[in-house]
């Protein structure tokens, strides 16, 4: 059984920094990208961040949202199993639920919210 388990959440001033983990354990049959994702409440889940995995041509491409470009950065550490979202200059905008995902199907960009496996989220609130 696939399991995400997210941590590193929690409170921070406007323009601190936090930095999300999300661990993967269980067979993922793709094994092609990991992602996060946010909700705000009152929103539609968006997405944040994406990572392919592994090495070989092509490992370790990254995409974000315009709304996080320079602030944000996803990374793997393969041997961990582990995905990891560095926040810095955090704004009360991003306060919201972060989610990470797992394993998309073939010819989905990447941001969308098509993933197979999801963790349980982890809260992140921001305040100015």
């Known amino acids: 059984q696939v399991q995400l388990v997210e941590s590193g959440g929690g409170s921070v001033q406007a323009g601190g920094s936090l930095r999300l983990s999300c661990v993967v354990s269980?067979?993922?049959?793709?094994?092609?990208?990991m992602a996060w994702f946010r909700q705000a409440p009152g929103k539609e889940r968006e997405g944040v961040a994406a990572?392919?995995?592994?090495?070989?041509?092509?490992?370790?491409?990254?995409y974000y949202a315009d709304s996080v470009k320079g602030r944000f950065t996803i990374s793997q550490d393969s041997a961990k199993n582990t995905v990891y979202l560095q926040m810095n200059s955090l704004k009360p905008a991003d306060t919201a639920m972060y989610y990470c995902?797992?394993?998309?199907?073939?010819?989905?960009?990447?941001?969308?919210?098509?993933?197979?496996?999801w963790g349980q989220g982890i809260q992140v609130t921001v305040s100015s």
């Open positions: 990572i392919s995995i592994g090495g070989g041509i092509g490992g370790g491409s990254t």
């Open positions: 995902a797992a394993d998309l199907p073939y010819g989905i960009w990447v941001l969308k919210r098509d993933y197979y496996y």
């Open positions: 269980g067979y993922t049959y793709r094994r092609n990208w």
